[in-house]
């Protein structure tokens, strides 16, 4: 009789953990954060969604040395929630991989639209991103805050690299 317990119960932990489904959600301006992403998902089997915004971003409004872009004046106010043209239901996974550029050593704005426009209770969230020098820095910490019942995993700068080490990466934090 126990033989049967402990093989059901270990039939079922096995069982959770093959139905368990991963979403990577991302946002990309420029293509750079679209590419990790869409590795990242083929390597690990994962359902892929892109965070679109109603606004394009145009190279001037990405011009971070321009006090008066729209990146710039987003950045600066805490309170800026970019409008989000497609809606993305993340209630059927278990776990999100989240990735997004780093601008002005956070994640930008539209991300925050996306986290706080979610029900996050009882998921885990992994933020990855790619940057040109500031790394994930508490980018990830940060966007946490917002996903109100979400499991923090971890995140990391991922620019530059390969798809079989994210999955690593993720896989360990996800132990």
Same mark, same amino acid.
């Given at each position: 009789?126990?033989?049967?317990?402990?093989?059901?119960?270990?039939?079922?932990?096995?069982?959770?953990?093959?139905?368990?489904?991963?979403?990577?959600?991302?946002?990309?301006?420029?293509?750079?954060?679209?590419?990790?992403?869409?590795? &990242?998902?083929?390597?690990?089997?994962? @359902?892929?969604?892109?965070?679109?915004?109603?606004?394009?971003?145009?190279?001037?409004?990405?011009?971070?040395? @321009?006090?008066?872009?729209?990146?710039?004046?987003?950045?600066? @106010?805490?309170?800026?929630?970019?409008?989000?043209?497609?809606?993305?239901?993340?209630?059927?996974?278990?776990? &999100?991989?989240?990735?997004?550029?780093?601008?002005?050593?956070?994640?930008?704005?539209?991300?925050?639209?996306?986290?706080?426009?979610?029900?996050?209770?009882?998921?885990?969230?992994?933020?990855?991103?790619?940057?040109?020098?500031?790394?994930?820095?508490?980018?990830?910490? @940060?966007?946490?805050?917002?996903?109100?019942?979400?499991?923090?995993?971890?995140?990391?700068?991922?620019?530059?690299?390969?798809?079989?080490?994210?999955?690593?990466?993720?896989?360990?934090?996800?132990?």
């Amino acid at each position: 009789m126990k033989k049967l317990i402990l093989t059901l119960l270990l039939g079922g932990m096995v069982m959770a953990g093959a139905f368990a489904k991963t979403a990577v959600v991302y946002f990309s301006a420029t293509g750079t954060t679209e590419k990790m992403a869409k590795s &990242v998902a083929t390597e690990m089997g994962a @359902d892929i969604f892109e965070i679109q915004p109603v606004h394009k971003y145009t190279d001037a409004d990405l011009n971070w040395h @321009d006090k008066k872009s729209l990146t710039t004046i987003e950045c600066n @106010d805490p309170k800026s929630r970019p409008a989000i043209a497609n809606k993305i239901d993340i209630s059927g996974y278990d776990t &999100v991989i989240l990735c997004y550029p780093i601008w002005w050593a956070y994640a930008p704005k539209i991300v925050y639209t996306f986290v706080e426009s979610q029900k996050w209770d009882g998921k885990k969230l992994v933020t990855l991103c790619t940057s040109g020098g500031s790394g994930l820095g508490r980018s990830g910490t @940060d966007l946490a805050k917002y996903a109100k019942g979400v499991s923090f995993k971890g995140g990391k700068d991922f620019t530059r690299g390969k798809a079989s080490d994210i999955k690593k990466y993720v896989e360990g934090l996800l132990k």
